[in-house]
């Protein structure tokens, strides 16, 4: 049985099968690092491809954030996003906005970053119960990660405005782009258990 630092990631999940850890404390250790390093630099990319709109911009990071929790677990990927917000609230531009810190993280659309969280956690776990591999059930786990994105995005977002009219600026404009995405993500990780089950 392994302890430490293995027990951030799950030999069920897809990064567990592709990279598996080791006894070695300090692999274990290295490992962890780049693949949260890896986590946290696509999850500023992804927020800075986006499409501004009024209080929410449409981006590409609820799609990242729900393949690093399906693919990492629910302890490395919360931790991975976990660092990821520690960021922004130290003041690194790693936000879709151009600035941080933790005002940006108490505003507005603060709720969604939490939701990110929130969402890594729920993939990993259901993804380590086998969740992500078969078809009709990653399109119900990955349908469940956006819910849970816009439940937080829409609470705290309603906090400075009607629920209508957060739902308006908050949700509305994403349905599509949610229904895009979702698809998305199923398709990445269908193929990518598909590569490793013939690998």
Do not use: N
């Not at 027990?7 to 069920?12: A, E, G, K, V």
């Amino acid at each position: 049985m392994t302890t430490g630092a293995s027990s951030l990631s799950s030999p069920s999940t897809l990064v567990g099968l592709l990279w598996p850890s080791k006894d070695d404390a300090r692999f274990t250790a290295l490992r962890a690092i780049v693949l949260m390093a890896v986590g946290t630099a696509l999850l500023t990319l992804s927020a800075k491809v986006q499409v501004p709109l009024p209080y929410v911009p449409m981006t590409l990071q609820t799609l990242v954030v729900l393949i690093i929790g399906a693919s990492y677990g629910w302890r490395l990927g919360g931790a991975t996003v976990g660092l990821y917000l520690l960021q922004g609230a130290m003041g690194m531009p790693v936000f879709a906005g151009p600035v941080a810190g933790p005002a940006y993280l108490m505003g507005p659309t603060g709720g969604f970053l939490f939701g990110f969280l929130a969402a890594a956690v729920v993939m990993g776990f259901m993804a380590e119960r086998g969740w992500d591999r078969s078809l009709p059930r990653v399109i119900v786990m990955m349908t469940i990660g956006h819910a849970v994105i816009f439940a937080c995005g829409l609470t705290q977002l309603s906090l400075v405005m009607p629920f209508s009219q957060a739902w308006t600026v908050g949700a509305a404009p994403f349905i599509a782009a949610t229904v895009v995405k979702t698809a998305l993500a199923v398709a990445l990780m269908q193929a990518a258990w598909s590569v490793t089950r013939r690998g």
